[in-house]
């Protein structure tokens, strides 16, 4: 069974730059399996709990501004090493110094308009998806694509 589960949230600055559809379709395309979605304006309070990490840097209030700007689109992502996958897919956060191929690298040159967020641990994304969707938002379902994505070893084992 795949498990490991990721948020994402595509930011302000990919909505206004017509670029959510191009970063949804990349996590589909590398075949993580989106298992909740959906719009929502991000309130200050939940912003500044989400970023509570980032509290005492100079930036913190105009990244709170930025993000409660405009709607976001949030996701739970599902894959094997879904966490990992989704990072290396968005790219490094100062888009200037991200690789190309990446979606910081191919459409941001900002640290803070960077598009996406991925959590980075499953341990976080745990915390994270519990702050952004109730249980009954999370779907269960089987991808029946998932046998030409995932390999598996002598034991069924997805590896």
Known sequence: MVNERTLIIVKPDALNRDLAGEAISRFERKGLKIVAMKMEHLPVYKLKEHYAHLAEKAFFEELIKYMSSIPSILMVLEGKEACK??????????GREAEPGTLRGDYSVSNQMNLVHASETPEIAEKEIKNFFAEKEIFEYNKTNFDWIYARDSKGEIV
């Open 85 to 94: 996958v989704a990072r290396k897919l968005i790219g490094g956060t100062y």
